[in-house]
């Protein structure tokens, strides 16, 4: 078995790949990326607990296959060695069913194969349960949810995202039970009905694989235990979590008490300044004063430390009444940053009840914060 | 007591000054920044066991002084504050003793000082035995020695860059007992006789200060116990290591078997693709191979992972013998690029004696290395 590739069409596969390494496994054989050389494609597979990711590549210019047959080799040594690697092309040969040679220019390396007949069998196979997104919507959704999941496994549905498709319609909920996010887009076609919970992390690994350049679709295929994305020629899979997502549709305030605009950078900096005077202790608490002349004062305090003070004037605000609330600085500061609007709408119902974070140029995101009592 | 700095320049001596803040000790006032006005200037000083930085403040356009006396701020968060401060110019309150107030823009800050009698008194008295270096030259010195220093307690000594003045000559040496280097240089001036032994620590420190703006000088005071650095309106103060420290003038070998002179580059990534294969538990050695016609191979191996090796056609080598040696990649990779010149030239003299590495651009320098017996 003779496999002839490009260095770069190489690394780039690898450092894909790598994403589903395992790193402390009971099982070696996870540490590696299996090369399976079949007539005239190749195969990179890795996996974890969580995902499994497989990459095909096409014989042609840049990959010469002699043989069939796969080997595995360890993988984060042998990222190592072609992201180090000064060299046009690399050649790998199996000399004995668990040693591997790689030639490179001026350079060869011998590595020790592991044990191939330990890798397990993934099946990747598609379904006929599956929807088309664009990557810069998946992106969104991604990254404008899964701050927001549980970090704790004591209630293991909430370290995920839940995806609700229904009619024309696709939802995106992640909550930790003291804030909540949700994103819905509107969808052209006929979508089929259901919902899955998937791991928080494995989205966060799909985000960093998954690059916008407005020419890739992905592909989303649904099956009872698992989701498969289709994303050029990677094959990207992660378990799905298992349990019934808590019903949230009725948490979310539609009457409001004041709304507050804001400039978002603005906003931004004041409550990054203030969260100098929290702690972790104190779930990062800050104080939020709406007085009747509009003047917003967001304030903190540690005893240890001292006090910090500075007043906001909003771009507009509903109804000025004299109001406080107080919540944790991180999570308002996360959904905050989560939108992409230069202005953002804070709307409050009450002093010790939930609010809401909406933005103009952000129509179907809502962040929901939970606010805490304060002596 | 009022103070009304620029933002800026409050900022920039706030950072310098840190750098000497205490993090885990048992004196809490030494967590702190103590500002102290006088008529007509500001001091700002902190202090750990290792360094003391104070800074001297001018009144004038960017500083205006009210009263007299002096107060300790907790240094962390107030150059936290500052830094996230969207303000030009920052007014200090001391409203009660242990109070300090500050203004800023819309915001407003109490901070609790601390007790400002448990602050160190620190004489950062200059000395009549001074030289002055240049910048560039210092900055040099430091770089090029600090990264040999012991990290090892055991003989402290070791732990600081030995600093000879004699005659004409300044001459700074380090060693962890592993490898040595030693850089000098000629000066116009007499130099008064002494030798200290500067803390590694202290000099990485002052080279995060310190900038070559090719503007300014540093003055290096001496002490007995202690040296003292002068630069633009700062006084850094180092401890000096007690001890004598051993006498390396017999090490550096002068006479060679073979000297190989290499592209720095291509031996940097060579020696760096083959670290791969080494490991700390086994003190990253690899191996080098000169052969007969003039080729020189790089090797390493480990049981768990494999084998790598790689060719280097070296730019010229004085004897072209059969030739092979063992060492630390992290040894030799450090002295080698701790050199200027792209051109570098290791001069062996046998298979179980030190080598160095000297550079064609930097004649005052030399790296030495001791090798290892394998197998």
Chains 1, 2 share one sequence.
Do not use: W
Not at 20 to 49: C, D, H, Q, R, W
Not at 102 to 117: G, P, Q, V, W
Not at 208 to 213: A, E, F, G, S, T
Not at 333 to 347: G, K, M, P, Q, T
């Amino acid at each position: 078995m003779n496999v002839t590739i490009n260095r770069d069409l190489l690394l780039e596969n690898l450092t894909n790949v790598s994403r589903a390494l395992s790193t402390k496994t009971p099982m070696p054989v996870l540490t590696g990326i299996k090369f399976e050389i079949t007539k005239n494609k190749m195969y990179l597979t890795a996996s974890n607990n969580e995902i499994s990711i497989q990459a095909q590549l096409n014989e042609g210019n840049k990959l010469k296959l002699e043989g069939e047959g796969s080997f595995v080799v360890p993988g984060k040594i042998l990222s190592d060695i072609i992201r180090k690697l000064d060299a046009n092309e690399v050649q790998f040969k199996v000399v004995e069913d668990n040693v591997i040679k790689i030639y490179a220019n001026r350079s060869d390396f011998t590595l020790n194969a592991l044990e191939k007949d330990n890798f397990p069998l993934i099946s990747f196979a598609e379904s006929n349960t599956f929807i088309k997104l664009d990557i810069g919507t998946l992106k969104q959704i991604i990254r404008k949810t899964t701050f927001a999941t549980s970090l704790s496994e004591s209630r293991a549905i909430l370290t995920g995202v839940c995806l609700n498709l229904s009619n024309n319609k696709l939802e995106a909920i992640s909550t930790d039970s003291f804030r909540l996010a949700k994103i819905y887009l509107n969808v052209n076609e006929e979508l089929p009905e259901l919902s899955v919970v998937i791991p928080s992390k494995s989205l966060d690994e799909l985000n960093k694989i998954i690059i916008d350049d407005n020419e890739n679709d992905i592909e989303l295929h649904f099956s009872p235990t698992k989701i498969l994305f289709k994303y050029k020629n990677l094959l990207f899979q992660s378990r799905l979590i298992d349990g019934v997502y808590p019903n949230t549709s009725s948490l979310i305030p539609t009457e409001f008490l004041t709304s507050i605009k804001f400039n978002k950078t603005e906003l931004i900096k004041t409550i990054d300044l203030m969260s100098l005077f929290t702690n972790i202790e104190s779930s990062n608490i800050i104080q939020l004063q709406l007085n009747p002349d509009k003047t917003v004062e967001i304030k903190s305090t540690t005893s240890e430390i001292g006090e910090g003070k500075e007043e906001l004037i909003p771009l507009e605000c509903s109804n000025p009444v004299s109001f406080k609330i107080a919540f944790s600085a991180k999570y308002f500061l996360e959904a905050v940053r989560s939108f992409d609007s230069s202005e953002i709408v804070v709307h409050f119902t009450g002093e010790i009840k939930p609010f809401i974070v909406t933005g103009e140029y952000d129509v179907n995101l809502t962040q929901l914060i939970l606010p805490v009592r304060v002596s």
